[in-house]
């Protein structure tokens, strides 16, 4: 029979996607020029040019037998051992190919350190903000997605909170900083508490607790921004990473799982990936991906873009009168609505050609999100607007 | 908690994996040279040259952004539009984009086609010999594979098995033809016979029972075989295709789900297809691999080194009195072994440097696979071999 369930789901319309359609309609009245769209977590930036010439060298030096040939199921091992030499040479932790599974993007990787770790019926518990997609991610595999209500303070992490969630069921701890959609970082003394709380749980618990740990915006990072590495201070510590936000390959569908080789069963978790791809239809990563991405470990896009339109935005959304948590990188910030309902704020702003979403979707309920993954000029053009929709508001600005 | 149920799958061992391991060993002792691998399904011949053209021509005349960038989940609309017209042309079904959802190989497609159309405790029929991933694949989802006996005589379908397992919780039947490890291809007979009984019992049960067709082996057909278009004798069909084994893209992982236009809701299903993804951490293929693939619809690599060996083997095999049902396609073959145990055949076999593999992990004990994916010359030298192999058992052959 047709799956009810999956059905339904096609019921639950994306906040994000309906915000599109809207704009969409806002744009055939007020021309699409006067549409700033913000909705989008989507690179604006290209892939370096590395990226391309690495894919013309393969495809013309590699026997082609080898090139488009079956990889093993955890992925190219001259892949997976460069990759482990990258993380390496990077984070000073002895990762060996042995530690790395690699997996279709950041969504495979996830969906692989789910079920490895956490078994139907425990508890994965994150912290709101949150990107919306862990729920079905979560929901799928039979555990329990539990979420700390978020600190709108800082955006760091409600300790208090987490620490009444936190229960012998807790079987993983799922972290995404640099945050979508808050933009904060979680600095060395919040990743040192949740470190010091997780051995705590541990011993009080008596099982592993896992941190799984969605790194898709790890390299970007604004100046002078305190970004420890999550796995060095933390052993049973899964990284999930993709390359599609800071080298911009999101259509290449590339990631990878690193579990920190001093976490239990290090070796063995990367082994069971291979027989999770097997329940779910997992292939691993196209192999001339794989094979570029190994040559390309550490180069960037030019993700100074995403610093500069920050800066703008904040510099200009603050002198309005918009209360805002400073981003620390990737390419959102997460301002607070001027009114409650932040749906009705942000239908408001789509009258002055704002596609900005709602915080409600991201599980935290007053605030917005705007991705400034767009040019400059974008952001420029749109600040006049910003104005409008404060000055509406009547924000105390300047 | 670290899964038990993954961490045990990683106990049972793969049967080709291990006679892998053995040949190694054999080979260190007889000389590698004197190894006739048989065991994997792994394409022999590369993929032909508008695959890399297509690809350099991609990459130097598309906008990186473009190219590399986010696809919709179903997969990037002019590539499914691209598969639909083809299917159209070929098959004379009116296919449009929206029945087209491109996948990551035919696991992928496998994957989002069980979860679309059969619901958890719900079964699933498949024809043994069969391929030994259906049964991790189908039991993740929480359906059960039900497996009809082999017919011996002929590797068509044992319909009278069949009618006596069909039954009201049926909710799909799973077949693949031309078949990995039989080499059959299903006979317009066949492929009738097996609508009727289906569509008999639609009627019977009131409700719907799809046919999950598995064909990465469709264009791997031999001269003058009766090769019918399953979709084309049944409305409630999902095709499930790769581009591994025809174009040899086996790394690139790339396929589709298509489904008959005629089948009840069609269109819906392939948007179930992008909620499944969402549980399951699929991401849709690689964009470069998509965009390539649209451009050399309907190309193949030279497939005609299979039908070679194919004919060499069975003659001579048939000549040394080895029984076998002669294949219609693929680049497996599936004789019965000259004794109950074809574990301890191939154990034997492999003493004379031939690697192959018994049946029992394709539900059907006593035979045994070859996959003659091999450089012609490979299958000439080990002829002397299988001679030494019949000899010993004594066959009655010339």
Known sequence: MISEHFKNMLGQKSVIRSMNAKAFEQGEKIGHENIFNFSLGNPSVPAPACVN????????????????????????????????????????????????????????????????????????????????????????????????????????????????????????????????????????ATIQKLADILYAAQKKFGHEIYIISDEPYREIVFTGVDAPCISSFYDNTLMCYSFSKSISLPGERIGYVAVNPACKDAELIIHMCTQISRGIGHNCPASLIQLTVAEVLGQTADLSVYEKNSDILYRELTRMGFSIVKPGGTFYMFPKAPIEDAGEFCNKALEYGLVIVPGDSFACKGYFRIAYCVPTETVERSIPQFEKLAAFYGLGGK
Chains 1, 2 share one sequence.
């Open 53 to 188: 010439e690495t894919m013309v060298k393969l495809i013309g030096e590699t026997d082609p037998m080898q090139l488009h040939g079956y990889s093993e199921s955890h992925g190219i091992l001259e892949v997976r051992a460069a990759v482990a030499a990258y993380l390496e040479k990077t984070y000073h932790l002895p990762y060996k190919a042995d530690h790395v599974f690699m997996a279709s993007g950041a969504a495979g990787a996830l969906a692989h350190a789910f079920r490895a770790v956490v078994c139907p019926g425990e508890e994965i518990i994150t912290f709101a903000p949150y990107f919306p997609e862990y729920g079905p991610y979560v929901h799928e595999t039979g555990a329990i997605l539990r979420v700390v209500p978020a600190d709108t303070e800082s955006f760091q992490i409600n300790f208090e909170a987490f620490e009444e969630i936190l229960n012998e069921k807790t079987a993983a701890i799922l972290i995404n900083s640099p945050n979508n959609p808050s933009g904060i970082v979680y600095s060395t």
